[in-house]
């Protein structure tokens, strides 16, 4: 199969609900599997930060990834008078759906926060589980509480990120902090410890992910990052069942969350928990641009089985 370079090739423009954004479509090559994926990123994202990944998943059938309000470039929900909640991200995830594939069967794979709003589309919208083949979890949670912060850390994340979603301290924080020279000197001092470059050694690398982190702070609306990430601190979606099984992919060293309290609280929500473990410090790095960087993000057992689906 020809390696693919260009994702500007498959990016097409999104409107929809009165939000205008951008969505990357790749059809299925001709020797590849015929299955359909929607891919839904995670939080302090944009559609080039995945394309690796989508290269991946395009060896498996066509690939469909859409902006998030707020994420992306894509106008925030603050622009037509709403506030991106859980509950709001997944209306919108539901009328995307709804729009792009009807009454087609498709395979969902959500990152992180993406899977937070999956889950929460499939609780809201149950007729939606039809439409569902197989449904695939990246570092995705079940609950606040999965997270492994101690208590005094995850009260200063909550009092920062509500503090910074709203307007006057967000535009004062836009001018202040995040003006490219300053976004490269933070990673800069913080690139021994942070999460996303403990795995990166070259330093070629270390001043690639700073150019792109850039892009990403620019890029992305800063009180939906901010509001979103305080709702991720305290929310759940343990009350409601999801009548489908789950097919997990998670970190072994990842530090951030208590794999023993997601699974916990994923058989609460699902019918079944499949887990995978890949080998990797985590799976947030910047830097997912090409195949080889996301190779290890899906695990060969899970590829077998969507293959097989064929």
């Excluded at 599997?33 to 991946?56: A, D, K, P, T, V």
């Excluded at 995307?96 to 809201?124: A, N, P, S």
């Excluded at 979890?137 to 997270?147: K, L």
């Excluded at 997990?248 to 929500?269: F, P, T």
Aim: charged share 20%; proline share 5%.
């Amino acid at each position: 199969m020809a390696v693919k370079t260009n994702p500007a090739k498959y990016i097409l423009p999104l409107y929809i609900n009165r939000l205008e954004g951008r969505m990357l479509f790749m059809p299925a090559p001709s020797k590849a599997g015929q299955e359909q994926l929607l891919f839904i990123y995670g939080h302090h994202s944009n559609l080039e930060r995945w394309w690796g990944l989508m290269q991946i998943l395009n060896s498996l059938g066509s690939v469909t990834m859409p902006d998030l309000p707020g994420f992306g470039g894509m106008d925030s929900f603050y622009k037509i008078g709403e506030k991106p909640s859980i509950d709001t991200m997944a209306d919108y995830l539901a009328a995307f759906f709804r729009l792009r594939f009807h009454h087609k069967r498709v395979i969902v794979v959500g990152m992180g926060y993406g899977f937070v709003l999956i889950t929460r589309m499939l609780q809201r919208y149950p007729e939606l589980k039809k439409n569902v083949k197989l449904l695939v979890s990246i570092g995705g949670v079940a609950d606040s509480e999965d997270f492994s912060f101690s208590k005094s850390k995850k009260l200063v994340y909550s009092y920062v990120t509500g503090l910074f979603a709203r307007r006057l301290p967000a535009s004062v924080f836009k001018v202040m902090a995040l003006n490219g020279p300053m976004i490269r000197l933070v990673y800069a001092k913080t690139s021994k410890v942070h999460h996303k470059t403990v795995a990166l050694q070259e330093p070629i690398n270390l001043k690639i992910l700073h150019d792109v982190e850039v892009g990403l702070w620019h890029g992305n609306d800063l009180r939906t990052y901010m509001y979103t990430t305080n709702e991720f601190l305290k929310f759940s979606n343990c009350d409601r069942r999801v009548d489908l099984p789950v097919h997990y992919v998670s970190a072994k060293k990842d530090h951030l969350i208590d794999h023993n309290r997601i699974e916990q609280h994923m058989r609460v929500i699902f019918t079944d928990f499949h887990p995978y473990f890949i080998n990797s410090n985590g799976y947030a790095s910047t830097l997912i641009a090409s195949r080889k960087e996301a190779a290890g993000l899906i695990p060969k057992d899970l590829v077998r089985i969507i293959r097989g689906m064929s």
